[in-house]
């Protein structure tokens, strides 16, 4: 088969970006036809501020884009393309261009870019849904991106001109989704149940179960607002016999050691970015995985990569999440945000290293039966093969 892959990068590279990586590996592992097409916004730093004034003029709509896509299509000629993220320098005009070119296509959605300015059904530190249940043009007023109602306007104006124009609706054939959460918030915005499959993430290579446990619990993510890092140190403050170490960088790393530093938290080491070697080292020996997101987090691959390592996991309760965890099973849920209940569920994991090892074994479980890389190829080339065959439907009815 041969697929057109689109893909946008964002500034700081995240679970998306990786996704796109690993779905291309494999496309070529199984002998796929891929062309990439990418763009990525580091070329704002580059840019003369002439230009990122035109860019944003442009956000819901490069010619350039249009243009140069269907060059692709018509010296590549793929079977299909495959979409992740347009924001901001392809802009939705790849899906005209699939359109008039007779590709299908299909749309990967891993965060909420079609129905909020931010992407995060997030607010002030709390989850919200105004924007889907009122004007989108709330966001402005409370500068939903980047802190800046300029910018967020430039945003809602791309979103409310692609969905007056049915972009969303009659431009894409089909839809993926990492759980069924995501999926039921973009049903509830318009688009047609039937367009959606549901593909979790998935981990390649195989980092193998682990061998050994450690003392200490882990977190590995972004260090930002929506990652709830800051529920998961102020949880820490007061338990200072399960060592704590925090992976990874983001605009909160500065003020977050800083405040380790004041409060004289000698239990709590924040570690800055590490490699993926060194990360799945200090996975394998961690008692147990923290994700305290307090903003919808689609599937996140540290959760599955922590079941292959047969690492339980201590999660918030967000629908995504929630999807992915057996409580008491292959991890603990604690309420997303609640302080007192994320202390509590971690001296419940902590005190019984038996009942860890048991719960580690049945994530591992999980990863075999669900997130490894040849089911998931398995799925995706199906939806390709269901797409294929709607579009060929839909072109002939067209044509009576």
Same mark, same amino acid.
């Given at each position: 088969m041969k697929i057109l892959v689109v893909h946008n990068h964002y500034q700081q590279f995240g679970g998306e970006d990786a996704v796109v990586q690993l779905e291309c590996a494999l496309h070529k592992k199984?002998?796929? &036809? *891929?062309?990439?097409?990418?763009?990525?916004?580091?070329e704002i730093h580059k840019a003369s501020?002439?230009?990122?004034?035109?860019? +944003?003029?442009?956000?819901?709509?490069?010619?350039?884009?249009? &243009?140069e896509i269907v060059q692709v299509i018509k010296n590549f000629k793929p079977d299909i393309a495959h979409i992740y993220?347009?924001?901001?320098?392809?802009?939705?005009? *790849?899906?005209?261009?699939?359109?008039?070119?007779?590709?299908?296509t299909v749309q990967s959605l891993y965060n909420y870019r079609l129905i909020c300015a931010n992407a995060l059904?997030?607010? @002030?530190?709390?989850?919200?849904?105004?924007?889907?249940?009122?004007?989108?043009?709330?966001? *402005? +007023?409370?500068?939903?991106?980047? &802190?800046?109602?300029?910018?967020?306007?430039? *945003?809602?104006?791309?979103?409310?001109?692609?969905w007056r124009r049915g972009t969303w609706l009659h431009q894409i054939d089909s839809y993926i989704t990492?759980?069924?959460?995501?999926?039921?918030?973009?049903?509830?915005?318009?688009?047609?149940? @039937?367009?959606?499959?549901? %593909?979790?993430?998935?981990?390649?290579?195989?980092?193998? +179960?682990?061998?050994?446990?450690?003392?200490?619990?882990?977190?590995?993510?972004? +260090?930002?607002? =929506?990652k709830g890092v800051r529920v998961l140190l102020n949880a820490w403050e007061t338990l200072p016999e399960i060592p704590l170490k925090v992976l990874g960088t983001g605009p909160l790393l500065v003020e977050l050691r800083q405040w380790v530093q004041s409060k004289k938290m000698d239990h709590v080491e924040i570690l800055g970015y590490r490699p993926d070697q060194e990360f799945l080292q200090y996975l394998g020996g961690a008692k147990f995985l923290i994700m305290p997101?307090?903003?919808?987090?689609?599937?996140?691959?540290?959760? /599955? =990569?922590?079941?292959?390592?047969?690492?339980?996991?201590?999660?918030?309760?967000?629908?995504?999440?929630? =999807?992915?965890?057996? @409580? =008491?099973?292959?991890g603990r849920i604690f309420e997303a945000g609640d302080i007192e209940? /994320?202390?509590?569920?971690?001296?419940?994991?902590? %005190?019984? @290293?038996?009942? /860890?090892?048991?719960?580690?074994? /049945?994530?591992?479980?999980e990863y075999e039966g669900k997130y490894t890389a040849e089911k998931n190829y398995e799925i995706l080339m199906n939806i390709y093969q269901q797409t294929l065959e709607r579009f060929k439907r839909k072109t002939a009815n067209a044509k009576e």
């Open positions: 199984y002998g796929q &036809d *891929v062309y990439i097409f990418e763009r990525s916004n580091h501020w002439s230009k990122i004034g035109r860019n +944003l003029f442009q956000m819901h709509w490069r010619k350039e884009t249009f &243009d993220n347009t924001h901001f320098m392809i802009t939705p005009s *790849v899906y005209y261009a699939c359109h008039a070119s007779g590709v299908p059904l997030l607010r @002030d530190g709390h989850y919200c849904e105004e924007c889907l249940h009122h004007s989108r043009w709330r966001s *402005v +007023l409370y500068r939903c991106y980047r &802190d800046s109602s300029f910018l967020t306007a430039c *945003v809602v104006k791309s979103q409310n001109l692609h990492a759980n069924q959460y995501s999926r039921e918030k973009f049903v509830q915005a318009g688009i047609a149940r @039937d367009k959606f499959y549901i %593909k979790p993430h998935f981990v390649y290579p195989d980092p193998t +179960l682990r061998t050994q446990m450690g003392d200490y619990a882990l977190y590995v993510g972004r +260090l930002s607002e =929506e997101s307090i903003s919808q987090d689609n599937s996140p691959r540290t959760i /599955l =990569e922590a079941y292959a390592r047969g690492v339980p996991v201590l999660a918030s309760s967000l629908e995504g999440i929630k =999807e992915m965890l057996q @409580d =008491e099973g292959t209940d /994320l202390r509590a569920k971690a001296r419940w994991l902590a %005190k019984d @290293d038996e009942r /860890l090892k048991r719960m580690g074994k /049945l994530a591992r479980m």
